[in-house]
Nanobody, 115 residues
Framework: QVQLVESGGGLVQPGGSLRLSCAAS????????MGWYRQAPGKQRELVAHIGRGGSTNYADSVKGRFTISRDNAKNTVHLQMNSLKPEDTAVYYC?????????WGQGTQVTVSS
């Protein structure tokens, strides 16, 4: 099993930045894919970004050029650097890990972009 704990959410003004972190309970060398999803009120959960074990990345079109996902293997942590935030980025952000063909989710962290 994998436990995931997110941190770094909060309230930020449009155009601002936030950095989300997701700490995994086991070495992320053993985790095939880690990523971030988000769910806004009344909407389905959607992919934000994925990073593979080898470092390959995939982003939703809506965040390309603004968000960056990265892995810190020494700390078993994945980060999501979010720049140029927009009100439409407001959502609960969930960390995701795929380990031995099973998906695991964190508890979520709220990101609110508002003036």
């Amino acid at each position: 099993q994998v436990q995931l704990v997110e941190s770094g959410g909060g309230l930020v003004q449009p155009g601002g930045s936030l950095r989300l972190s997701c700490a995994a309970s086991r070495t992320i060398f053993s985790i095939n894919v880690m990523g971030w999803y988000r769910q806004a009120p009344g909407k389905q959960r959607e992919l934000v970004a994925h990073i593979g074990r080898g470092g390959s990345t995939n982003y939703a079109d809506s965040v390309k050029g603004r968000f960056t996902i990265s892995r810190d293997n020494a700390k078993n942590t994945v980060h999501l650097q979010m720049n140029s935030l927009k009100p439409e980025d407001t959502a609960v952000y969930y960390c995701y890990a795929e380990y031995l063909s099973t998906g695991y989710w964190g508890q979520g962290t709220q990101v609110t972009v508002s003036s």
